[in-house]
């Protein structure tokens, strides 16, 4: 249904701002400097006021346990992948998104689609049924990240969430056809940093890197605004 109504509504916004939808619910926000957070996005809005705890929400932070990503924004997302692994436009180590923990991760591609939405202001959409029912959770097997026994009890609390059974599903898709889901507009907008935020702040917090960026590449090849990333992404 979020597909349906958010994807291929009548906003023509949302298609352009929606890179995917998530199946998974986080129990944590994982991008504070300080380290994983407990979080909840029901709390967050009980908290605010807002008319609905269990509404979905938008987030620009990517989903890796369980996701729809778009096909035109993952394309837009390879571009800009190469362009900084090749270090085309500035250093691998730049700092593109500042005070997030994602920048210490050097081996994950979540760091550079974090800077990519960042930059481009895009969002994905989130379940946010009680209990952090989701349509997808995380698996756990003592390896490489999961050392012992021990750990995989403590991590398994962190990260797993109840899937969605059929029951359930009746239930929550016989309540949404009595409130209905939010029109784009309406939506919640969650930060980085999993506080309330705006898409308009969301874009504006990244426009000026995106120019500084932009500008920086077409001076070191000699053009402005080559076929790229650069004049694929969209700021308004």
């Given amino acids: 249904m979020n597909i349906l109504r958010y994807r291929y509504g009548t906003s023509s916004l949302s ?8 199946l998974y619910s986080p129990k944590n926000v994982e ?10 996005a029901q709390v967050l809005f ?6 609905s705890k269990a509404t979905p929400y938008l987030s620009g932070t990517p989903c890796s346990w369980g ?33 997030v923990r994602s920048n210490r ?5 979540k760091r550079f689609f974090i800077e990519f939405a960042w930059l481009k202001g895009s969002v994905m959409v ?21 050392a012992d026994a021990s750990a995989k009890a403590r991590k398994k609390s962190l990260f797993v969430v109840p899937l969605m059974t059929l029951e359930d599903g009746m239930t929550y ?6 409130a209905g889901l939010p029109t784009w507009e309406d939506l919640p907008v969650v930060d980085l940093h999993g506080h309330l935020s ?27 605004y080559s076929t790229s990333w650069c004049e694929n992404l969209s700021i308004l």
């Fill in 15 to 22: 298609r352009e701002l929606l890179y995917g939808v998530s």
């Fill in 31 to 40: 991008l504070r400097p300080l380290g994983r957070q407990p979080w909840s």
């Fill in 46 to 51: 009980e908290e605010a006021g807002l008319l």
């Fill in 67 to 99: 996701a729809v990503y778009f096909p035109e924004h993952w394309r837009e997302f390879h571009d800009y992948l190469i362009s900084r692994q090749s270090e085309e436009i500035v250093p691998l180590d730049t700092i593109i998104v500042p005070d």
């Fill in 105 to 109: 991760w050097k081996k994950s591609w």
């Fill in 126 to 146: 989130y379940p946010n049924f009680d209990n952090f029912v989701s349509f997808s959770t995380n698996h756990l097997e003592i390896g490489s990240h999961v």
């Fill in 173 to 178: 898709f016989l309540q949404l056809l009595d």
């Fill in 198 to 224: 705006s898409l308009e702040e969301i874009q504006l917090k990244g426009r000026d890197k995106r120019s500084e960026l932009c500008v920086h590449r077409s001076r070191s090849r000699g053009n402005v």
